[in-house]
């Protein structure tokens, strides 16, 4: 069995009192708790808090954690003799269990959530998991395979983490942030109570083109200085192919050419919309003729831009 | 099976459903409720429905209550003040998604 150092992690000392470790709790929480936290990794960092929480906040459970001495976090270790007795009666083997299990199972639950006594009805545990997509994806649909660490029970009511490996549908018209819920996918429901569900999180990498918001996207469009006062049509892309966009003479930098509907879909019904954002783009590097060119219009030309300025001075 | 279900506006769910789900108590959702921090679809119904998106938040605020040990008051307040976060979050990522590649 491998060693956990609950102290280490909860940072408190050995002799700490109960207050002192509920305190650690509460700040390690505030900091870790993966529905306020931004922190990177604060969801494992949590369950490691939650864990060490868990045993060190009950005398019994703490006394047998203390019988085990001191280790280095992940050493292998063997537990002293007669040890086992505070899990009941029945032997086993502590070769692959994990000593978080061991203890969430102490005393007859099974897990922090609820208690499985005997023949109580009990839900299954629910598993939550993000799922990272791409764009594409998003806008075809896809089935994504994801790995979950799920506790399971073994034979004399143990619980024992095991990898478990998933495939979910995601269908088309998901977008980012946006949650699925798979009703019986998640842990298996005892003495007769419902199995869990599976949560599913959809994350969409970031798109080299697109931008996403909801279910519109947005899309640079850069043109140059005579398109944009010419007019022109233009090849864009979008998850569907490239498709001609008409720009009407005068057009301006920021301004929002939609493309009605071609956006992702949504999952009941209709597709949002994409959003091609003008930008008037300048080549770094002229030409004598092109120069030649734009000095003539700087003449010729009596726009000013900046007339809404001051009456006097800028220009 | 059923199949996949979407978390969102368009369908909804049954306070009783909402219950079972989050695995808050009836009086919890109840307090939710009372504070305004969860508004059924139809408040004046006799029976109260929820839109599916609101499942998130309930199952957020029953960890809450859990991980922190919070009462029901707390809860709420917690619970607005997320809901708080995440809809500037999402103005925020709406503004960002607007804004030009080069402004960013």
Redesign the interface.
């Known amino acids: 069995m491998k060693y956990k150092d609950y102290y280490g992690v909860m940072g408190v000392d050995r002799k700490a009192s109960a207050e002192e470790i509920k305190q650690a709790y509460r700040k390690l929480a505030r900091k870790y708790h993966p529905d306020v936290s931004k922190e990177p990794g604060a969801e494992e960092k949590f369950k490691e808090v939650g864990e060490a929480y868990e045993t060190l906040k009950d005398p019994e459970k703490r006394a047998a954690y203390d019988q085990l001495g001191s280790h280095r976090p992940g050493q292998d270790f063997r537990p002293p003799p007669g040890w086992e007795r505070h899990f009941g009666s029945g032997t086993f083997s502590f070769e692959d269990l994990d000593l978080g299990d061991l203890f969430a199972g102490m005393g007859g639950g099974m897990h922090r959530d609820g208690r499985a006594g005997a023949g109580i009805r009990m839900p299954g545990q629910d598993y939550e998991v993000t799922a990272h997509i791409t764009l594409e994806d998003a806008y075809r649909g896809t089935e994504v395979d994801l790995e979950l660490g799920v506790p399971e029970l073994d034979e004399n009511g143990f619980v024992h983490r095991v990898r478990r490996a998933f495939k979910a549908r995601i269908p088309k018209g998901a977008t980012d942030g946006q949650r699925l819920r798979l009703p019986g996918r998640g842990g298996k429901g005892l003495n007769g109570g419902r199995d869990g569900d599976l949560y599913l999180n959809v994350a969409l990498h970031p798109h080299r083109l697109f931008r996403v918001s909801g279910h519109d996207l947005f899309l640079d469009l850069p043109l140059a200085p005579w398109e944009a006062v010419l007019g022109t049509t233009v090849q864009v892309p979008t998850l569907a192919g490239t498709v001609s966009l008409k720009v009407p003479p005068g057009t301006h930098a920021g301004q929002q050419l939609r493309l009605a509907g071609r956006g992702l879909p949504k999952p009941h019904a209709g597709e949002g919309d994409l959003f091609a954002i003008v930008q008037i783009a300048v080549p770094s590097v002229a030409s004598e003729r092109e120069r030649a060119l734009y000095q003539e219009l700087a003449e010729v030309s009596t726009f000013n831009p900046r007339g809404h300025f001051a009456q006097e001075g800028a220009k | 099976?059923?199949s996949?279900?979407?978390?969102?506006a368009?369908y909804e769910v049954s306070f009783e459903e909402l219950c079972?789900?989050s695995?808050l108590s009836q009086a919890e959702l109840r307090e939710l409720v009372a504070s305004g921090v969860l508004v059924p679809t139809d408040p004046a119904a006799q029976e109260w429905s929820f839109s599916a998106?609101r499942?998130?938040m309930a199952?957020?605020a029953r960890?809450?209550r859990?991980?922190?040990d919070l009462d029901p008051g707390a809860v709420a307040l917690?619970t607005a003040l997320?809901e708080r976060i995440r809809d500037l979050e999402?103005e925020i990522?709406?503004l960002?998604?607007?804004l030009?590649?080069?402004m960013r």
Do not use: C, I, N
């Not at chain 2, 996949?4 to 969102?8: G, N």
């Open positions: 099976m059923k996949e279900q979407w978390l969102h368009h079972e789900l695995g998106d499942l998130t199952r957020s960890r809450l859990r991980d922190f917690v997320l999402a990522r709406d960002r998604a607007r030009p590649g080069a």
